[in-house]
């Protein structure tokens, strides 16, 4: 693969396509992913990362916290819990190392560093209040944590989710609101994205799940699942391809996801209540802010020069 650097124009960075014509040999492309706890950087994004690590952009993911208020779902394993012995944050950072590798991620931080800040749990309940609580912590000191992440690594495109969080978790909530200060004051990035969920595209891959005999889990009600009206999404990334890695990583995470295929294409993972979800052959993003030129199939698509990031490009 070549890659070339920054010119004249002022683009930062690189671009992972193949050039027919000689550029200079410098360093990748670069993706910065911040996720509130172990597991949502493959639920929610895991296809993408496989995907531009596989083409040269060097992927940093950094988690804000352990996990710790996870519910276990293996039987053998539920002494870990919050309840019990308490020990469900550090099991489950042997669960990400694992999941990282199998997208390929080579540049994994905790912010702060491993331990920080602690999972707030879900809305109302007392973990929200506990002195370590990521909900709890103060925000200067967490935005600050992040700017030095990305004033180190600069990105050209950062993703994280939306103002809700995708679902309304407390710590989902916080990431994006330390991500979007971050961003602003460090200055320079590209695009900043929001990770969602297609409606369409959902809806339609639970009802193919519907038609697939022997799913070990319960189909979602209708408007069950968090997803965004399609006319907000900006970019479908193409996953497709890379559906292998983005199911092994959720194995990986086995306190917390349960895996289902039938051999047939269809494809299931469900979390601690059972439900159904569809594994989808693309991820869906909003662009949030920057240059919406070539963003259609590409996080990075026309930054560079109208060359697209990777060399898989819109398909």
Known sequence: MILCS??????????????????TLTA?????????????????????????????VHVTVVTCTL???????????QGLAVDHADQLGGYRVGELRSACAALGVADHRFLG????WRDSGMVGVDANQHPRAFVVGDP???VAALEAVVREVRPQV??????????????HVRAHEITTEAVRRVGGVDRFFHTVASRSETEAGVRALAEAPGLPFRLPEPGELPTVADELITTAVDVSGHLPA????????????????DGAGHASYALSNGIAQPVLGHEYYVLADGDPTGVEHDLFGGLFGG?????????
């Open 67 to 77: 996990g710790e208020e996870g519910e276990v779902i293996p039987e053998g394993l």
């Open 140 to 142: 200067e000191e967490q």
């Open 307 to 315: 060359r697209d990031a990777d060399p898989q490009g819109p398909r």
């Open 246 to 261: 983005k199911l092994s990583a959720l194995r990986a995470h086995a306190t917390q996801v349960s895996v289902w295929q």
């Open 6 to 23: 920054r010119g004249a124009s002022g683009l930062r960075g690189v671009t992972g396509v193949l050039y027919s014509d000689p550029v």
């Open 158 to 171: 950062v993703v994280t989710y939306g103002p809700d969080g995708g679902y309304g978790h407390p710590d």
């Open 113 to 116: 560093g491993m331990g920080r």
């Open 28 to 56: 990748p492309p670069r993706l910065l992913l911040v996720h509130a706890h172990p597991d949502d950087e493959t639920l929610t994004t895991g296809g993408t990362i496989a995907r531009y690590a596989a083409h040269g």
